[in-house]
């Protein structure tokens, strides 16, 4: 089904040049860092119905089906000399901010629309009703030892697929409803009106961040805390991908860069900047 451009642009607030849609794509982020590349001004979003190689992190796929998911990716790049995403400490710290940006962004617009209560589950995921209804992947490129430009891959599943989830995901993905006859004041636009929505709340963030780093750095945090706060005290499973493998610890908090403060139990505390963590019993595992 294509996409209904005047109902996206009418919720984002942005011009028809900065907005492209296409009915399937590989990949939404694919396609916004090769605009990206030819110089495609900051906050140009890409739009899909469906893509055929949707990205996750780490290289794992991101099912995309037609008609009832929102594939959206938009374009990162400083506007100006001064205002330079290059004050981040590294690349990570970098990624982290545009990461829990598009989480703000994704669960607030969710939340506005469709009251449904969206958390976050650091680093990427968006959960409603205890299962992961959307993720986001953020893919930079640097230049020179310099910030270029990146894309900003946000995918939410609007509604539960008829045949259901693939069984790799069955056990934990979810859908902001749970079939389109349950949101029948918001079908057939749904996809367009949330990606509308998370675009200008993204453009504000970063306008914000563009005019008052420190300022914008600051609202993002504040906002991202309290969409993970739940997680706070919880008991998880770390994977920290380094080769070390999966260990227990304790959810303490969030640091100033977005890194999860978290506890082992031999009472050494880590600062968690990359990986992945699983709300579950941590038994048979042991510390690291």
């Known amino acids: 089904m294509a996409i209904n451009r005047e109902t996206v642009l009418s919720e984002a607030g942005i011009g028809d040049d900065m907005l492209i849609t296409e009915d399937i794509v590989a990949s939404t982020n694919l396609l916004a860092l090769s605009l990206g590349a030819a110089g495609a001004k900051n906050g140009t979003a890409v739009m899909a119905g469906a893509q055929t190689a949707g990205r996750g992190r780490k290289g794992r796929s991101f099912w995309s089906p037609e008609s009832s998911g929102m594939y959206l990716s938009i374009v990162v790049r400083p506007e100006n000399a001064s205002g330079t995403l290059n004050r981040f400490k590294d690349v990570s710290n970098l990624s982290s901010f545009l990461t829990a940006s598009a989480g703000v962004c994704t669960a607030g617009a969710i939340d506005e629309l469709f009251n449904s209560g969206a958390k976050l589950k650091w680093v990427n995921d968006v959960i409603i009703g205890g299962r992961k209804a959307g993720g986001i992947l953020v893919e930079g490129v640097f230049e020179g030892g310099s910030f270029s430009h990146a894309a900003v891959g946000i995918g939410v599943n609007i509604y539960c697929p008829a045949s259901g989830f693939p069984g790799d995901i069955r056990k934990k993905a979810g859908a902001v409803f749970p079939d389109k006859s349950a949101a029948p004041g918001f079908a057939p ?46 008991e998880i499973i770390v994977n920290d991908l380094s080769g070390t493998g999966l260990y227990g610890a304790r959810v303490n908090g969030l640091d100033r860069d977005f890194g999860l403060i978290v506890s082992l139990e031999s009472g050494k505390t880590l600062v968690l900047k990359t990986g992945e963590v699983s709300i579950r019993p941590k038994d048979i595992l042991t510390d690291k």
């Open 189 to 234: 636009y749904a996809s367009e009106r949330l990606a509308g929505r998370i675009i200008k709340k993204f453009s504000l963030i970063s306008g914000h961040y563009f005019s008052e780093p420190d300022d914008a750095v600051k609202s993002v945090y504040d906002d991202y805390y309290k969409r993970i706060e739940w997680m706070i005290g919880t």
